[in-house]
């Protein structure tokens, strides 16, 4: 797959992805469960849509362009994450907050191993708790998700490639 205009998936011609209507919808449906968590604050459940082994990192698009490895969020396991919700809940401090997202249609192809490839834009609205909402980040998802085995379907990689690399508050809930 190519990777020009930075993401995982060609821009140049329409894809010849062989990805089926089942696997088109168990892909949305996936993606519309995980945005619904984060909305609902189900933070808890936010680890469960992601194998065991997995990557989660949240970037920027100039650092992605430069072959920047660190994120401004990044966990290689389940275990990782949940010990992110942990202190979300317990030990951080932040103002109180929450997000809506809304997300485009993911774009599809198969991947290698199995694995299916989606890149999906996003707009995640911040709401204050005084009631304040303000757009705070756009973006992609750039995902690698297993859809067989009992496991599945999960993510076994997401990448938050955000738009602006200006971030104008604490990044602490996911994206």
Not at 39 to 68: I, K
Not at 146 to 171: C, H, N, Q, W, Y
Request: charged share 25%; glycine share 8%; hydrophobic share 45%.
């Amino acid at each position: 797959m190519s990777s020009k205009g930075g993401g995982p998936l060609s821009r140049d011609a329409p894809a010849q992805t062989g990805v089926d209507i089942e696997t088109t919808f168990a892909v949305q449906h996936l993606l519309a469960r995980y945005i619904q968590a984060l909305d609902d604050d189900r933070l808890e459940a936010w680890p469960e849509f992601f194998t065991e082994s997995c990557r989660y990192l949240v970037t920027t698009a100039d650092n992605l362009a430069q072959g920047m490895p660190l994120g401004l969020i990044y966990a290689t396991s389940r275990a990782m994450l949940r010990d992110r919700v942990r202190s979300l809940r317990d030990a951080n401090v932040y103002e109180a907050q929450r997000y809506r997202h809304v997300i485009a249609a993911p774009v599809i192809e198969r991947g290698d191993g199995g694995l299916i490839r989606a890149q999906t834009g996003f707009m995640v609205a911040r709401i204050m708790h005084t009631g304040e909402t303000m757009l705070f980040v756009t973006g992609r998802y750039d995902d690698r998700i297993l859809l067989a085995g009992p496991d599945a379907p999960r993510f076994v990689e997401k990448l938050v490639v955000l738009d602006s690399r200006v971030i104008d508050t604490l990044l602490a809930i996911p994206i």
